[in-house]
């Protein structure tokens, strides 16, 4: 099995840089819904959130999926345990996540957030703290 170390690296990379971006997104969102709508720095956010969103975000999410269920479907998982279950549906969760980011960054896109930038200094510790999940539930499998 030569190419696993292989698949679990580009996993692993692919899940850092999904990561990133899923932290660094509402951050723009916290400044952009400070900006005032129609002004150069207002559309320069949008520039930016749909760079990160579409450029980076989305395919390192579709990579991790990717590489995530190879090392699945090759048997290499004992779901026996609880921990690939809470980290599955951690998964799902930064999944769900995710799409409710590009809603967001969609509402911007369209001069329609109505949301203050606080709610977007909340919603940035979500990824974080499902992140910290998933790491206990593949290194240490409490269950």
Avoid: C
Avoid at 20 to 41: D, I, N, T
């Amino acid at each position: 099995m030569w190419w696993y170390d292989w698949i679990k690296a580009l996993h692993v990379i692919s899940v850092l840089a999904w990561m990133a971006g899923m932290m660094y997104l509402p951050r723009l969102f916290v400044y952009h819904a400070e900006a005032q709508v129609g002004s150069e720095k207002s559309e320069t956010f949008k520039v930016m959130e749909r760079r990160l969103y579409r450029g980076i975000t989305t395919p390192a999410m579709v990579a991790t999926w990717v590489f995530g269920l190879a090392m699945v479907f090759h048997g290499l998982i004992d779901w026996s345990s609880i921990w690939p279950w809470v980290k599955a549906a951690s998964v799902v969760a930064l999944s769900g996540i995710h799409g409710f980011y590009g809603r967001l960054l969609r509402d911007f896109a369209n001069d329609r957030n109505r949301r203050p930038s606080r709610f977007f200094r909340m919603i940035n510790e979500l990824p974080f703290v499902l992140a910290i999940v998933i790491v206990i539930m593949v290194i240490v499998r409490p269950f």
